[in-house]
């Protein structure tokens, strides 16, 4: 799951600031990775998109990931996890 980054974003990032923004939208991905790749160079290789979709705002992404059977507490900084990304 990532913001999706809008020029307005990245011109409040230039000058050291975040922007709000209540119609934001997120890109959610779910991908299966092959285990023997995920620690080497080339960990996409063999990687499958099980689905996306980006939503509107912070209620839609809860339903969506109410829908996909996630919750925010599942949720992990990407260096406590094995996604290579």
């Known amino acids: 799951m990532c913001p999706v980054t809008t020029p307005a974003d990245r011109q409040a990032r230039h000058?050291?600031?975040?922007?709000?923004?209540?119609?934001?939208?997120?890109?959610?991905?779910?991908?299966?990775y092959d285990a023997d790749q995920i620690d080497g160079f080339d960990?996409?290789?063999?990687?499958?998109?099980?689905?996306?979709?980006?939503?509107?705002?912070?209620?839609?992404?809860t339903v969506m990931l109410q829908a996909w059977n996630l919750r925010p507490d599942q949720f992990l900084y990407p260096w406590q996890t094995d996604d290579p990304t």
């Open 15 to 32: 000058e050291g600031w975040k922007r709000a923004d209540h119609a934001r939208e997120y890109r959610l991905t779910h991908w299966d």
């Open 43 to 61: 960990y996409d290789i063999g990687a499958v998109l099980v689905q996306g979709t980006t939503v509107t705002g912070e209620a839609e992404l």
